[in-house]
Nanobody, 122 residues
Framework: QVQLVESGGGLVQAGGSLRLSCVVS????????VAWFRQAPGKEREFVAA????????ISTDSLKDRFTISRDNAKSTVYLQMNSLKPEDTSVYYC???????????????WGQGTQVTVSS
């Protein structure tokens, strides 16, 4: 069993930055690929980025990769999402998810966190 806990969300003005954290705990926690998704009210869940055990296996959404960067600190069992130049349309609940295989844009992801709210004001 694997548990994921997100943090770092909040309210930020447009143009600002936030760094989200996802702490992964449980068995073989460094084995898993971890992804970030987001979901705005009334919209479908959207893939943001994912990373395997190393930075060489990273995938991102093309429209976000210039502003959002995923990274991982295996010593801390934590995956980060650095978000820069935030826009009001980035307002969403951001979730991290893990799977026991390579990072993919479309699941399945077996484990999910509870989500953290990011609100960007104009």
């Amino acid at each position: 069993q694997v548990q994921l806990v997100e943090s770092g969300g909040g309210l930020v003005q447009a143009g600002g930055s936030l760094r989200l954290s996802c702490v992964v705990s449980g068995r073989s926690r460094t084995y898993y690929a971890v992804a970030w998704f987001r979901q705005a009210p009334g919209k479908e869940r959207e893939f943001v980025a994912a990373m395997g055990q190393s930075s060489s296996s990273t995938i991102s959404t093309d429209s976000l990769k210039d502003r959002f960067t995923i990274s991982r600190d295996n010593a801390k069992s934590t995956v980060y999402l650095q978000m820069n130049s935030l826009k009001p349309e980035d307002t969403s609940v951001y979730y991290c998810a893990a799977r026991g295989g390579p990072p993919v844009k479309v699941g399945p992801y077996d484990y999910w966190g509870q989500g953290t709210q990011v609100t960007v004001s104009s």
